[in-house]
Every structure is written in structure tokens, then in C-alpha cells.
């Protein structure tokens, strides 16, 4: 027999206009709660005279104090950005079974991949046909007439090898590197049928038409979609195509992931409420954080239906168990809300993770990672290989910036200075000198105007900086010398940011692991912001590239490199 409970949580933050609809059944026969509406006499699931910004009622009906009380202390009445966001025209669509925040979601989902098919068959068309022009020109014979046919077949072909090749599901898009894998890994196999066919039927295919039309059908499916991706994450930031969240977890672990979330928006994930293990009345979470705290670890279904979301993420804690988590699984699977358990491993990448069943019991193991072997050897060769060829594209460049340091102010073209690399070992960096030839002796006097919160020492408006200096630190200029210490094998193009022995000096013992690689002309803190980040973060970003390297994220931070130098953002 199903039965109604009164509404156990009440939302820091009313719902916008548009988007309430009755309360859907939830499982296990109970109701799950509505959105706080105004009080009325014919109201069942409240008692009359009860107002809905009172604290929460235990299963009870009596008050319990230990449940979330800084709901009415932090009562708010600013809707969510991505709530003020929506059109009040459009409301929301509830579909039965689904919360509105659900069907939101799965819309924009659907068009993201609508747009994915539409841009895989437009490299597949514009593949064909540029390859069949370039190989035999515009005028169809009896020659060229099954490559007409190959030409218009390729588009269908392309979308069957992503499709199988699982480069459409949704757990792959939006975020990471997943996806151009499939799609790359989609490419090979099509590539390798075609001449696995062509042999076993002994097909004459023209082998230049087949090498230019299927890898530039890749190569452009691979640009589009980075392109699209780039589109969607310029619509987060903007607090559009956001997965709703709560958080399950203790007080401290849900601050520190709100911030992370809202640090990096690009993931699309924005937090709009908490639950809390019971004893805590949320005032740390609700405060500064602005978050809504719904309750305990009870009543998370209800929170969900409250805050219209449509994603929670449990994060480590001793009173979720594994029984505790099967029952919140059943409880949130008819609304297809997605159940996230984040794992207490700090920047680990899925790539060295894999789970594994034992016993019915899912096995997270995490492999080491890979600072020996053949594929740091690869990386060497890249490096030299890389840095050799943009020193002789580069070599104008490099002369005419010579001139120009040379010409403007008293000193040497390069400044040589000692830095850490790889295990300790000390090696000599070079670069264009940018600051006048006194700089190290007045770094004394202006040490009190650091304006960094860490070991470093960076002004925006820095006095020792030379008039031509400060045009090489804009675009990193000054930086390009460094191409000798990688030639050298002292550097790497890729890696953390070179330390001064000072600064390793003041290292705590985590942050000693940066030494365990080479360090590099750029890397993930420089394409994140630079000087503008935070120490902890920039020790942080240098961490997880320490833990996860692989060479296609190098080539990831190469290519982000350049935009990062157009912006120019934190360069100082």
C-alpha cells in the first residue's frame, strides 16, 4: 500500500515559475515529496498552519533538531543560474516517470548528438568528394563510376564504425579525451576492413584514393567535434547545458568538491544542493557556499525531486556503505537520475583505473604510473625530435628577438639561471632576458608586494622588467630559448613549471613528486591560467600531469598552449 510522508526538506532557494508539477511515486511504495508550495488547507502532505520554510519533520511528525537547520537561517530567494537561465515561456516538460531536470537534460543531450551525426556525415561527404576531385577530377567515367558509389557510401560507412565504435554514447562525450580515442580507434578498424576487403575479394581500389579519403574523413570528424565540444563548454560557462547535482557526503567533502565543480565548469556539472549526515546543520555548507542543504542521507530522493536533479554524486564517506548504496541506487533508477560515486583517489585518471568483480564485489585497481619504460623513451624522442624542428622554424624569430633585447637595454641577449630538473638534478635555463641587469639584486626590497600566495614571487606592474620584456612575457617569447635545454634532453616540451632550488627548498613532500619527471616548457598550469592560479592549484595541476601523462595529452597541451599564449592570460 503506498502512503504519503510530509515533506522532510525544504530548499534554501524556491523553485523558479514555470517548473513545478505534482510529485512523481518514487520507489520502495512511498511518495516522494513535492516542491514547497505555498500553504493551503486541503494540503495532506503538511500539516495546516505549517509554513514551508519550517524546519524539517522527522518520519515522526516531530521536530528534530539535529536535522539541517540553517534553512531558515539562509533562506534565498536568487534562483540558480542555470534556472534564471531558462526561458519563462518554455517550462519545462515533465516526462512521466522522469523529474523536469531529466527531461531538460536528456533534450540537450539529444541535440549535442544529433549535431555529432550531422558533423560525422559532413566529413564523411566532404572527404569523399574532395578525394574524388583531387584523384579524378570532375568528369564522371566508366573508370571512376564505383568510386562515385564508394564516395556517397562513405558517410553511411563512417557513422556505422562510430556507431559501433560507441562514439555516440553519452558517458564518452562533453568531457575528456574518450571520445577522439573512439573516434581514432573507429578510423583504424575502418581503414584496415576496407583493405581487409579489398584483398579477400581482390577489389583494384586505387590505394591513393583510399589512404587520402578515409584519413581525412577522421582527421575532420576529430576537428568538428572538438569544435562542437569547444561550443558546449562556451555554453557552460555561460550557465547553460548544466547536469543539477546534489552532493551526499560529509561537510568538509562537500565543500571542497562544490568548489572544484564550480573551479572547473567546463565539466557541466553545477551543485544545487547537499545532503548531510544527520548532527550536522549544514551552516558551513549553506553559508559561504551558497548551497542548499536538503536533509540527511535519508532523504536524498526527496532532494532530488526538490531541487529538480538530475545527477547525485556520493562522496566518500564510513556511513554509506555498500548496502546503504544498492538502496539509494533502486530508489533513484526509475527516474534514470544518474548515481556518481566519486572515489577518494585524488587526480587519478580513468586510464589507469579499471574495475574489476570479485566475489560480487566491484575491485577499483590502479595501476603506477608510467615514468620508466617505452613509452618515456618515446617521449624523449618526441621531445628532441620536436624541439630540434621549431628551432629551425623558429630561427628568424629567434634572431630578430636577439636583436631587439639587445638593442634596448644594457646586458646579455640570454639569461642563464640554475633550476631543478628531473631527480633533483641541477641544469642551467635559457631565456631572452627580460628585466634589467640589477633585477636580482633588488628582489630584496621587493619581496613585501608579492603578489603570489605561495612559494613564487610575481607582480603584475614589476619595475625590473624591461620595456621589450614585458611584450616577450605577454605572447611567452621569452621562453622560446628553452627549445635548447629540451634539444639538450635537460627539459621536456611538456611538463611541470622548472623550479628554483629555493623554491624546492620550501617543497612539502607531496609536492617533491614534480621532480619526478622533467620539467617543461609548458604544461597544464600554464594553459590553465598561469600566474593568475593559485600555488595550491598550480602544485595540484603539475600533480595530475606527474600521474597521468600519456602522449596524446601532451599533444592536448600543445595544441592549448597556442590559444593560451593568444590570451595571454596571466602572463606577467
Not at 181 to 202: C, E, K, P, T
Not at 531 to 545: G, K, N
Not at 557 to 571: D, F, K
Request: charged share 25%; hydrophobic share 45%.
Amino acid at each position: 500500500m503506498r502512503t504519503k510522508i510530509p515533506a522532510s526538506v525544504v530548499p534554501l532557494s524556491p523553485p523558479p515559475a514555470g517548473s513545478s508539477s505534482p510529485g512523481s511515486t518514487m520507489h520502495l511504495g512511498v511518495t516522494a515529496p513535492a516542491r514547497p508550495r505555498p500553504t493551503s488547507p486541503n494540503r495532506v502532505d503538511q500539516p495546516p498552519g505549517r509554513s514551508d520554510n519550517a524546519p524539517p519533520l522527522s518520519a515522526g511528525g516531530k521536530s528534530d533538531v539535529a536535522r539541517n537547520q540553517a534553512v531558515d537561517r539562509h533562506w534565498s530567494e536568487r534562483p540558480s543560474k542555470s534556472a534564471a537561465t531558462r526561458p519563462a515561456a518554455r517550462p519545462f516538460l515533465r516526462v512521466p516517470g522522469r523529474h523536469a531536470a531529466m527531461s531538460r537534460r536528456q533534450r540537450w543531450e539529444r541535440q549535442y548528438v544529433r549535431s555529432l551525426v550531422l558533423c560525422d556525415l559532413m566529413a564523411g561527404t566532404a572527404a569523399g568528394a574532395v578525394t574524388f576531385g583531387l584523384r579524378f577530377g570532375d568528369e564522371v567515367t566508366s573508370y571512376n563510376r564505383a568510386y562515385v558509389l564508394l564516395s556517397f557510401l562513405l558517410p553511411a560507412l563512417l557513422l556505422t564504425v562510430l556507431a559501433v565504435s560507441r562514439a555516440y554514447e553519452r558517458r564518452y562525450l562533453f568531457v575528456g579525451t574518450d571520445e577522439y580515442q573512439r573516434v581514432l580507434r573507429g578510423g583504424v578498424g575502418l581503414i584496415a576492413g576496407v583493405a581487409l576487403v579489398s584483398y579477400a575479394l581482390d577489389l583494384d581500389l586505387a590505394r591513393s584514393y583510399v589512404l587520402a579519403a578515409l584519413p581525412t574523413a577522421i582527421v575532420s570528424s576529430v576537428v568538428l567535434r572538438f569544435a562542437l565540444r569547444k561550443r558546449l563548454h562556451l555554453s557552460r560557462a555561460r550557465g547553460e547545458s548544466l547536469r543539477r547535482v546534489i552532493l551526499v557526503g560529509h561537510e568538509l567533502a562537500v565543500i571542497g568538491m562544490s568548489r572544484q565543480l564550480r573551479r572547473e565548469r567546463y565539466h557541466g556539472l553545477e551543485v544545487v544542493g547537499a545532503c548531510l549526515p544527520p548532527g550536522h546543520d549544514g551552516v558551513g555548507v549553506s553559508g559561504p557556499q551558497g548551497l542548499a542543504v536538503y536533509g540527511t542521507f535519508e532523504d536524498v530522493a526527496g532532494a532530488v525531486e526538490q531541487a529538480d536533479a538530475d545527477t547525485v554524486v556520493v562522496l566518500s564517506c564510513p556511513e554509506l556503505d555498500g548496502a546503504a548504496l544498492r538502496r539509494l541506487a533502486w530508489r533513484l533508477e526509475r527516474d534514470e537520475v544518474d548515481l556518481v560515486v566519486a572515489s577518494s583517489l585524488v587526480d587519478v585518471a580513468g586510464a589507469r583505473t579499471t574495475i574489476r568483480p570479485f566475489d560480487g564485489l566491484p575491485m577499483l585497481h590502479v595501476e603506477h604510473p608510467r615514468l620508466h619504460g617505452g613509452s618515456r623513451l618515446v617521449k624523449e624522442v618526441f621531445d628532441r625530435i620536436g624541439a630540434l624542428a621549431l628551432l629551425m622554424i623558429f630561427g628568424p624569430l629567434l634572431l630578430g628577438l636577439a636583436l631587439c633585447v639587445r638593442c634596448t637595454s644594457r646586458g646579455p641577449v640570454l639569461f642563464r639561471q640554475v633550476r631543478v630538473g628531473r631527480d633533483g638534478r641541477l641544469f642551467r635555463i635559457f631565456k631572452f632576458r627580460s628585466m634589467y641587469v640589477d633585477a636580482e639584486a633588488r628582489l630584496a626590497e621587493l619581496r613585501h608586494l608579492n603578489e603570489h600566495d605561495g612559494v613564487l614571487f610575481k607582480m603584475r606592474d614589476d619595475p625590473r622588467v624591461t620595456r621589450v620584456g614585458r611584450y616577450l612575457r605577454r605572447f611567452s617569447l621569452d621562453e622560446l630559448p628553452q627549445l635548447l635545454n629540451v634539444a639538450l634532453g635537460q627539459m621536456s616540451l611538456v611538463g611541470p613549471r622548472p623550479p628554483l632550488p629555493s623554491e624546492v627548498a620550501a617543497y612539502a613532500d607531496d609536492v617533491r613528486r614534480r621532480l619526478a619527471v622533467k620539467p617543461g616548457m609548458t604544461g597544464l598550469w600554464q594553459v590553465s591560467g598561469r600566474s593568475d592560479l593559485p600555488w595550491e592549484e598550480a602544485v595540484r595541476l603539475d600533480l595530475r600531469y606527474v600521474e597521468n601523462w600519456t602522449l596524446s595529452l601532451d599533444l592536448v597541451i600543445l595544441l592549448r598552449t597556442m590559444t593560451a599564449v593568444v590570451r595571454s592570460s596571466g602572463a606577467y
